[in-house]
């Protein structure tokens, strides 16, 4: 459900089509091949190919650049990830095919060994290639398969199939993020929450997304982005009984619903 590659453990077996399963792996090998390629290096996250020791660093020294082998330890490390507004549907607002992000978020190093190999970290230049709708669509997967693996087929109709495959147009109507960000957790872990909501006369099951969670200082908010998904709508909902399982007062009570802790 969460990639291996960060270190995901829960395998929802069967889940898709061979054509479907490469749809989708594209879209992981955006965010984890490319988007957090780096950080993965410097953490030794598992990876389906063999990982280099060492990566290549250039940095700019009087107009002339300067290549070195770097292992882990040295690499400027670096981590860029998109905060986007919350979903359009829980908004109120109208679908939209642009893409609601409110700004990209970086965490940066520049280790010693820049200065002993006459380096100068405040040179050093990150670069990332983030696809938004790649990246909403990498949040939509794990959500919709964390959800029907613990709720199982036919409890819910799902509406986050077709944004995952490429084929939705209005993405941010039903992926977004938080307005805020809780600090930083002392240990790397990805969290994910799923809980009911009501939307006028519906109820839709909201599911919370938080990836990489230690990023930052623990003494600082910070932290990783929180991302926010509709994943499907309850079917007759009017004859289900959800007492206080259901939060009815808007998108800040629902955000502060959310617990944070890892389900």
Not at 92 to 107: D, F, V
Not at 213 to 219: E, F, H, K, M
Request: net charge positive; charged share 25%.
């Amino acid at each position: 459900m969460i990639p291996d590659s960060l270190g995901g453990k829960l395998i929802y077996d069967g889940a898709s089509c061979m054509i479907c399963a490469g749809i989708i792996c594209a879209v992981e090998d955006h965010v984890c091949g490319k988007v957090l390629k780096n950080y993965r290096f410097i953490k030794r996250f598992k990876s389906k190919r063999k990982q280099p020791l060492t990566r290549q660093a250039t940095s700019i020294i009087e107009d002339i650049p300067h290549t070195i082998d770097l292992d882990r330890h040295q690499l400027p490390g670096f981590v860029t990830l998109p905060c986007f507004r919350p979903p359009q549907i829980l908004l109120g607002e109208a679908p939209s095919e642009i893409y609601q992000t409110t700004m990209l978020r970086t965490w940066k190093r520049a280790p010693a060994v820049f200065s002993e190999k006459n380096f100068n970290p405040k040179r050093v230049i990150y670069r990332t290639d983030i696809r938004f709708d790649y990246f909403l669509r990498f949040v939509a997967k794990i959500l919709h398969s964390y959800t029907m693996a613990i709720m199982g087929r036919g409890s819910f109709e799902p509406m986050l199939i077709d944004l995952i495959l490429g084929k939705y147009k209005y993405p941010s109507y039903l992926i977004g993020g938080m307005h805020w960000t809780p600090l930083p957790t002392q240990e790397l872990r990805q969290e994910i929450e799923v809980v009911y909501h009501r939307i006028n006369k519906d109820i839709y099951l909201i599911g919370r997304l938080r990836i990489l969670s230690n990023l930052g200082r623990v003494d600082f908010t910070d932290g990783s982005p929180v991302y926010l998904g509709v994943i499907g709508k309850i079917p007759h909902a009017s004859q289900m009984q959800y007492s206080s399982a259901v939060y009815e007062d808007g998108l800040d009570a629902l955000v502060k619903k959310f617990s944070f802790d890892v389900s």
